[in-house]
């Protein structure tokens, strides 16, 4: 049975085709590259794959069931990440990862997230305001949600490796691996090249006029 599968999607922005009957399925351990040029749809179609738009036609299904009617057991399984970080900025890496433990439903002790932001170069900073690092640094507390929603089988990440370092882009090349090896799923956007050392299906979209 596949994760997700987006079924014969359109949509339109400003009166402008994006894309038209794109159908797509990620299959466990699959990982699906959606690519193609600035402003050609892939965080439009990212957004309605992850329920946080409506197509104009089409539907999406996390095993077989309408994202829409049970949409709390497909966030349970859902890591997104989008372009924006999701971050307090007012607060700590650690306060801001046990306030989203909380939210998702993750039993979690101070000390392992501690140990996760240590992992992913962090040593020292847990505790100061988020607004005080760096962009790249910033993301990496935002991508430590990867290494703590276990129990999520289906990641879908919109241009994950931006501001990230080439040792912040090992780990979180290495992090996709492992969870595939478990079984998990990913969609992602990039504009780099992905060069994983597992298999990788794309889906080119074109800029429309
Ligand atoms: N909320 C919106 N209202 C109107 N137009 C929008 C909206 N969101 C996106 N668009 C338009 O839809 C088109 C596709 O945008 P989208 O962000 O999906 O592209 P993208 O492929 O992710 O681009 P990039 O590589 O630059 O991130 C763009 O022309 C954009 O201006």
Redesign the pocket.
């Known amino acids: 049975m596949s994760l997700l599968s987006g079924h014969h999607l359109s949509c339109s ?2 009166d ?1 085709l ?1 894309f038209d009957d794109i159908s797509l399925a990620v299959e466990p351990s699959d990982v699906l590259y959606i690519r ?12 309605i794959l992850v329920g946080l738009s409506t197509p104009d036609t089409g539907s999406v299904t996390y095993r077989d069931n309408c994202i829409r009617s049970h949409y709390d057991v497909f966030h349970h399984h859902l890591v997104y990440f989008g ?1 924006k970080l999701g971050l307090n900025t007012h607060f700590s890496p650690l306060e801001n990862l046990r306030h989203w433990c909380k939210q998702h439903q993750i039993s979690v002790r101070d000390d392992h997230i501690v140990s996760v932001l240590d992992e992913l170069g962090l040593v020292g900073l847990e505790t100061l305001p988020v607004s005080s690092l760096s962009a790249g640094q910033q993301r990496r507390v935002a991508l430590a949600r990867l290494w703590l929603k276990n129990h999520a089988d289906m990641w879908v990440l ?2 994950p490796f931006t501001a990230l370092d080439v040792q912040g882009i090992a780990l979180l090349k290495a992090r996709l691996v492992e969870h595939t090896a478990k079984g998990g799923g990913v969609i992602m ?1 990039s ?1 780099q090249d992905l060069a994983l050392s597992i298999p990788v299906r794309e889906l080119a ?1 074109e800029y429309r006029i």
């Open positions: 922005k400003r402008r994006l193609g040029p600035n402003g050609a749809g892939k965080t439009s179609l990212i957004r372009h919109d241009e956007t504009h979209l």
